[in-house]
């Protein structure tokens, strides 16, 4: 028979035109999940609380995941999980970016920010520096990532910052790419298979109101249609 999923919103915020309760059922159970957020003064969440229950519809303990905001109230600072985990954040305010995260088990991740906020380096706690830089690459843009003991890979992005190519390195220093065009209104029309001279192209057309592709075409010309 047909299968489906209802969410219903038992409670809504009209502040900050959000539900603060909701309830999800299915077809075939009789059994629910509900989720329970409380906002602070900026319409985010301070909690959020998931109750389920098991196959025979008997409630599990509840969830409840705590968040703590910078002074300002707009960036987490601390979140907290059901079983008193903590990770921290830290920010540039300026750009609203993580410049350090700090993990339950103490793994720390520091970020290097460049002038405009785009990340120059990370270091995780344990591993090599990762370093990232931009670059123009003709008429789009790259971005080149490299770390000690990882392949040197690179993503180039069109106008729209779509991804157009993606390129890792391998052993032998050569590059392996993968193309992905689009039509005037933004679909993903061919998407290659990784290769290192020649492409060989996934096609995708007849796209609905919806934006979904109606067919697929693989490189050895199998065609499916949806």
Not at 51 to 67: P, V, W, Y
Not at 76 to 105: C, L, V, W
Not at 113 to 130: C, H, K, M, N, Y
């Amino acid at each position: 028979g047909e299968q489906w999923q209802l969410l219903t919103v038992d409670s809504w915020d009209d502040t900050h035109f959000k539900p603060t309760k909701t309830t999800l059922t299915a077809s075939g159970s009789a059994c629910s999940h509900i989720s329970e957020t409380t906002l602070n003064t900026y319409g985010l969440a301070s909690s959020i609380t998931e109750k389920g229950q098991n196959s025979a519809c008997e409630d599990l303990t509840a969830r409840q995941i705590l968040f703590n905001y910078t002074d300002d109230g707009y960036f987490p600072n601390k979140i907290t999980n059901a079983q008193s985990h903590e990770t921290r954040f830290e920010y540039d305010m300026g750009f609203g970016a993580i410049t350090k995260q700090t993990s339950p088990n103490d793994i720390v991740t520091t970020t290097l920010l460049d002038e405009i906020g785009r990340p120059l380096s990370v270091t995780t706690t344990g591993f090599p520096t990762q370093y990232i830089r931009y670059l123009v690459a003709g008429t789009h843009w790259m971005t080149r990532t490299t770390q000690a003991g990882s392949p040197t890979q690179a993503v180039y992005t069109d106008s729209l910052r779509r991804t157009i190519r993606s390129a890792i390195q391998g052993f032998d220093g050569t590059y392996e790419y993968v193309d992905k065009i689009y039509d005037n209104l933004g679909h993903l029309t061919k998407e290659s298979l990784p290769y290192t001279v020649t492409p060989n192209y996934t096609e995708f057309g007849d796209f609905d109101a919806l934006d979904r592709p109606g067919w697929r075409k693989l490189p050895h010309g199998l065609q499916s249609t949806y």
